[in-house]
């Protein structure tokens, strides 16, 4: 079974800047794409920031410049280096991975993380 887990997500004031990492496990034969989404309570699951397997990435425009998004290939982990953290960033945090586990007759898909709650304090 494959699967993709984050940690990292805690208490922490305003201006902090804690480091979300996601971790992929299992029998895996790629993945293709990453991504950190994020949930406010009463809101839509919403993009975050994205990293494809050639190292593009993509942020959303309420924290391009304050996150960074990195992937380590050989240790399947993906980071959120999250940065200048205000109150409105305080949302459950979701890891996503689009994978290929190894096997006959899989096919490409996407797995998501339980998610990790950031709770940024004033």
């Known amino acids: 079974q494959v699967r993709v887990m984050e940690s990292g997500g805690d208490f922490v004031q305003a201006g902090g800047s804690p480091r979300l990492s996601c971790a992929a496990s299992g029998n895996i034969f790629e993945i293709r794409d990453w991504g950190w989404y994020r949930q406010l309570p009463g809101s839509q699951r919403d993009l975050v920031a994205t990293?494809?397997?050639?190292?593009?990435?993509n942020y959303a425009d309420s924290v391009k410049g304050r996150f960074t998004i990195s992937k380590d290939d050989a240790k399947r982990t993906l980071y959120l280096q999250m940065n200048s953290l205000k109150p409105e960033d305080s949302a459950v945090y979701f890891c996503?991975?689009?994978?290929?586990?190894?096997?006959?007759?899989?096919?490409?898909?996407?797995?998501w993380g339980q998610g990790t709650q950031v709770t940024v304090s004033s």
């Open positions: 996503y991975a689009r994978m290929l586990p190894r096997g006959m007759g899989m096919m490409m898909d996407d797995y």
């Open positions: 990293i494809t397997r050639s190292g593009g990435t």
